[in-house]
């Protein structure tokens, strides 16, 4: 069997144009203009913008397959790694509190939260590390049904998805009290996108690019083409009775958007590393972290400093918006934003200047 264990370019690229629209969506112009597909549903739906994440951490999971597979087939000291993969996660969980506690101090109005995308990336780095360290096949398999039906089952005990009273919103404000992202002014009840139990079927997403990254490595393209098609029909067949909700990352959710994930890692691969195409958004994906730390940072900064407006008014709205009115002023703002973090990962790539936490 062909092993597939040296660094794909393929990923690198799926990583890297992950993080570009991560980029994108996460930086309009004016968030009063938006087009839709670049918004998250409201509530229950799946717009495009609502598969960036899940793809992401579906690429973890691909990158642990393809960097911590091959090490424990070596027969690498399973606790020594176990110890690496847990101090990195710590440190991304750590950077993404750290940059919570700047945007509090910094932006106007900001109120401090715990939980973040970051935080999550951590959580879910780490479970599926162990999963690839200590566990064969069979288990991670049954990891997966384990969680999403227990998750359902979690979700169905709660007795309703309705915004702030189910269990998950109730959970995480239990835990982190006003530290989450949003508090709803009437009641006053919290909820958080990233919080603790959405954690679980995040981790199933994960998983599944485990066994997708684990399917790459030994070429079995056709059974992951295969693979992406029945979980897009899984997914959607679960949808009918437990709603695609991302703010909840329901079961139905996690297979909706690992379907789209396989069939994106399958794609990639025939074209890139088979074909030789251009790795289009490798840049990115190699300096993952340093973009979206930085670009967070920016987010931070430039509102803080009281500099976005300014810009975006006397740069995009006030010429863009006469010709082409104010969702392609805003658009054009993100774009530009994505444009410049491009420039930076391009020359980091060229002198060779990973940030690798």
């Not at 295969?226 to 897009?232: M, P, V």
């Amino acid at each position: 069997m062909n092993q597939l264990v040296r660094r794909l370019a393929s990923v690198d690229a799926l990583r890297g144009c992950t993080v570009a629209l991560m980029l994108l969506v996460n930086d309009p112009g004016d968030w009063g203009h938006v087009y839709w597909p670049l918004e998250h549903a409201a509530w229950n739906g799946c717009t495009p913008t609502d598969l960036v994440f899940p793809f992401f951490l579906f690429v973890v999971g691909v990158s642990i397959a393809l960097a911590i597979g091959p090490r424990v087939e070596q027969g690498a000291d399973k606790g020594r790694l176990m110890r690496t993969a847990l101090k990195r996660a710590l440190r991304i969980v750590l950077l993404g509190v750290a940059i919570n506690v700047l945007a509090w101090l910094i932006m106007p109005g900001a109120h401090l939260r715990f939980p973040g995308v970051l935080q999550r990336i951590g959580v879910c780095f780490a479970g599926a590390a162990a999963f690839a360290i200590y566990t064969k096949p069979r288990a991670q398999w049954a990891a997966i049904v384990a969680i999403l039906l227990g998750y359902w089952g979690l979700l169905s005990l709660g007795g309703t998805l309705e915004p702030f009273v189910n269990i998950v919103s109730r959970t995480d404000f239990a835990i982190f009290g006003r530290f989450v992202y949003l508090i709803d002014p009437v009641s006053g009840r919290g909820h958080d996108p990233e919080g603790l139990p959405g954690c679980l079927p995040s981790l199933a997403t994960s998983l599944l690019g485990l066994r997708a990254g684990q399917c790459l490595r030994e070429e079995k393209i056709r059974p992951l083409l295969i693979a992406g098609a029945a979980s897009l029909l899984l997914g959607f067949a679960w949808s009918l009775v437990l709603p695609f909700n991302k703010n909840l990352w329901t079961s139905s959710f996690v297979l909706w958007c690992a379907g789209w994930a396989m069939l994106a890692l399958a794609l990639f691969h025939l074209a890139i590393d088979r074909r030789g195409w251009p790795a289009v958004g490798r840049r990115f994906g190699v300096n993952a972290v340093a973009a979206y730390a930085g670009s967070e940072l920016m987010q931070i900064l430039l509102p803080g400093l009281h500099m976005q407006d300014p810009l975006y008014q006397h740069g995009f709205a006030s010429w863009i918006t006469p010709l082409a009115g104010p969702y392609a002023a805003s658009l054009a703002f993100a774009v530009v934003f994505v444009a410049v973090w491009w420039v930076i990962v391009y020359a980091m790539d060229r002198r060779r200047l990973y940030l690798k936490l």
